[in-house]
């Protein structure tokens, strides 16, 4: 069956403008994950959703992050204001019902370039 | 701080021999680890897990071993083949949040 998929898979930004990422979950998965993986590093958590709900954004480094899932599916990643700092591989995960023992699923991945 | 940490970052083996790769945590809350595998423009996909309670997982050529009082797991795979050259990332989570907690990863190469 089909994965996470996110798009698009590449982006590069003028430092300044805003982007929006997409993930489209495994059917039926009700948790959401969105994750930073900067470059040499292992993924960091942002964001997570059951549903439609946020239920932790801790996260999210600044205010110029936000994230948002309004049907319960697909979910939007938005950064406002790019910085050079930004820049990093954005991965969504999903899970079936969001049990801590539950695999997540990994999408491929946005990799965002801010110039 | 890094709550959970992977030293090498990188490890090359032959093929045919064991590869061990290690992982450490400071967080004694952790009570769920996981070892995901990574190839190129690829997201991470799981590839075995250890509750706290055990202190060994097997799943075919793959084996992961947790010693809670030294806060260090490892995976042990045997024999490694060529198609097990990717990163290998070590997660953990506890039960107060669904979110996992990576290292920054061991590439590992099995050369022919």
């Known amino acids: 069956g089909a994965g996470v998929s996110q798009s698009p898979r590449y982006k590069v930004a003028k430092r300044g403008q805003d982007v929006a990422l997409r993930c489209d979950p495994i059917?039926?998965?009700?948790?959401l994950f969105w994750y930073q993986q900067a470059l040499g590093q292992g993924p960091e958590f942002l964001t997570y959703?059951?549903?439609?709900?946020?239920?932790?954004k801790s996260g999210l480094p600044s205010d110029r992050f936000f994230a948002e899932r309004p049907e319960g599916s697909v979910s939007t990643l938005k950064i406002q204001r790019t910085q050079q700092e930004d820049s990093a591989v954005y991965l969504c995960?999903?899970?079936?019902?969001?049990?801590?023992?539950?695999?997540?699923?990994f999408g491929p991945g946005t990799r965002l370039l801010v110039l | 701080d890094q709550q959970v940490k992977q030293n090498s970052p990188s490890l090359s083996v032959q093929e045919g021999r064991i590869s061990i790769l290690n992982c450490d945590y400071t967080?004694?809350?952790?009570?769920?680890f996981l070892w995901y595998k990574k190839y190129p423009a690829e997201g991470p996909t799981f590839l075995i897990s250890i509750s706290s309670i055990k202190d060994k997982n097997e799943d075919g050529r793959f084996t992961v071993f947790l010693n809670k009082s030294a806060k260090h797991l490892s995976l042990h795979i045997v024999p490694s083949q060529p198609g097990d050259s990717a990163v290998y990332f070590c997660a953990a989570s506890d039960g107060s949040a669904r979110q996992l907690t990576f290292g920054s990863g061991t590439q590992l190469t099995v050369l022919p």
């Open positions: 995960a999903t899970s079936l019902t969001g049990r801590m023992t539950e695999t997540q699923y």
């Open positions: 959703f059951q549903n439609e709900a946020q239920l932790d």
């Open positions: 059917s039926g998965h009700v948790s």
């Open positions: 967080n004694s809350m952790f009570d769920y």
